[in-house]
């Protein structure tokens, strides 16, 4: 667009001398500047998303590498009883979003009184039953 104080083919300060065949000025270099803006973001973003999925490929590479890490089934010992459910809680449980399956899980990984004890929860609501058992 013109400023009022211009004439046709005249340059205003902030865009460059542009002349369109039909003798009007054109605001083509600006677009194409916003055009290319705008497809740098697009390509940053993109970088960005490619470098957190190949972060993550990493990780995952690099924990597969690591030897299994196993649950040790609790017996009841009180001495051992946070660090097996430190444990189950780390591999097991925060793997699952089910607090059914946390709680088949706890049954699995726990034998003689304590089993005992997380059986009659497997018939309570699964939500209340696994933090009943826990």
């Given at each position: 667009m013109l400023h009022p104080s211009m004439s046709v083919g005249q340059a205003s300060p902030s865009q460059p001398n542009v002349i369109s065949a039909s003798g009007l000025r054109s605001n083509?270099?600006?677009?194409?500047?916003?055009?290319?803006?705008?497809?740098?973001?697009?390509?940053?973003?993109?970088?960005?998303?490619?470098?957190?999925l190949m972060d993550t490929l990493i990780s995952?590479?690099?924990?597969?590498?690591?030897?299994?890490?196993?649950?040790?089934?609790?017996?009841?010992?009180?001495?051992?009883?946070?660090?097996?459910?430190?444990?189950?809680?780390?591999?097991?449980?925060?793997?699952?979003?089910?607090?059914?399956?946390?709680?088949?899980?706890?049954?699995?990984?726990?034998?003689g009184q304590p089993r005992e004890i997380v059986q009659p929860c497997l018939h309570i609501a699964p939500g209340t039953g696994y933090q009943e058992a826990r």
């Open positions: 083509r270099p600006q677009r194409k500047y916003e055009e290319n803006k705008q497809v740098e973001v697009a390509e940053g973003c993109k970088m960005r998303e490619e470098k957190k995952y590479n690099l924990k597969s590498l690591m030897p299994k890490a196993e649950v040790q089934i609790f017996n009841g010992d009180v001495i051992q009883y946070r660090s097996f459910i430190r444990s189950f809680e780390s591999i097991t449980s925060s793997r699952l979003t089910d607090e059914e399956e946390n709680l088949f899980y706890l049954e699995q990984y726990s034998s």
